[in-house]
């Protein structure tokens, strides 16, 4: 088979997928369990966790592919879970219901929370969906992750094989470098989309992840796809060379 006969192949299958997605999902998803279903969609050609870049398929996690040996005996090891890169307690904090109890269970007992915002914000609900910020990992690390803040730990080991530094005291985690820009690039598309805010710190750190690690092949490809289904761009991925090319100061 001559190279651009496999070009033209590879080429039409992508077509085929973007169309097949587009047209079961013509709008941004209502719900994260509809986010969920087109995001698996959307990794099928690249199954591979964001932190510890583990294969995995039909949901199962191959844990040698990625040096994770130490955690085969943990169940939830061999599991993919989608996880939301900005943690939904981040984004979750800036609505009310979310802090107030604005919501009643049948038995009349008022509560508030992700449960609550799920029930009662339309807008809440989206942001939740957001498939820009949506990626497969490990459920043990997914677990351990939390809603941790990201941050840079030097001193603190991987975790169960994984390149991934989580410290429980400080409630902090760190990507490996591969991830470092997806990282930044979802939680600066987060923030600018949806009003969110993040700490001059915080947004400190993620311009300097994202013009220090840029979008890689695969990335763009999948925002392009995201873009179809959703309607709107991610600045951060499409137009990376602008944005990464800003003077990065404290607010």
């Given at each position: 088979?001559s190279?651009i006969?496999f ?13 097949f ?9 209502g ?9 698996a ?13 583990c ?7 191959n ?7 130490a955690?085969d ?6 599991r993919?879970e989608w ?12 609505f ?8 009643e269970d ?7 929370g992700?449960?609550c ?16 910020n ?5 459920g ?14 030097p001193?603190q ?7 991934m ?12 470098d591969?991830a ?15 009003g969110?805010?993040?700490?001059s710190?915080?947004r400190?750190?993620?311009m ?6 840029p979008?890689?092949?695969w990335?763009?490809q ?5 873009a179809a289904?959703?309607?709107?761009e991610?600045?951060?991925i499409?137009?990376?060379?602008e ?9």
């Amino acid at each position: 088979m001559s190279p651009i006969y496999f070009l033209v192949i590879v080429m039409i299958r992508y077509i085929l997928l973007l169309c097949f997605i587009s047209l079961s999902y013509a709008q941004s998803p209502g719900s994260f369990s509809q986010s969920k279903k087109i995001a698996a969609q959307l990794f099928q050609k690249h199954q591979q966790t964001i932190y510890c870049q583990c294969s995995y398929e039909d949901k199962e996690v191959n844990l040698a592919s990625c040096g994770m040996q130490a955690a085969d005996s943990i169940k939830r090891a061999h599991r993919i879970e989608w996880e939301h890169i900005m943690a939904a307690e981040h984004f979750g904090q800036q609505f009310a219901c979310w802090r107030e109890l604005m919501c009643e269970d049948k038995h009349g007992k008022p509560y508030k929370g992700r449960r609550c915002c799920e029930k009662i914000d339309e807008q809440f609900r989206h942001v939740e969906a957001e498939l820009y910020n949506l990626w497969p990992e490990v459920g043990v690390v997914n677990q351990a992750r939390s809603n941790y803040r990201f941050s840079v730990l030097p001193e603190q080991p991987d975790y169960l094989g994984c390149t991934m530094k989580i410290d429980k005291k400080l409630r902090r985690a760190e990507p490996p470098d591969s991830a470092k820009g997806v990282v930044a690039r979802a939680y600066l598309f987060m923030a600018e989309h949806y009003g969110l805010s993040l700490s001059s710190s915080q947004r400190q750190l993620f311009m300097s992840w994202n013009k220090t690690f840029p979008p890689s092949s695969w990335e763009k490809q999948w925002a392009l796809q995201v873009a179809a289904i959703e309607g709107y761009e991610n600045p951060y991925i499409i137009n990376w060379q602008e944005h990464a090319s800003q003077r990065i100061v404290s607010r």
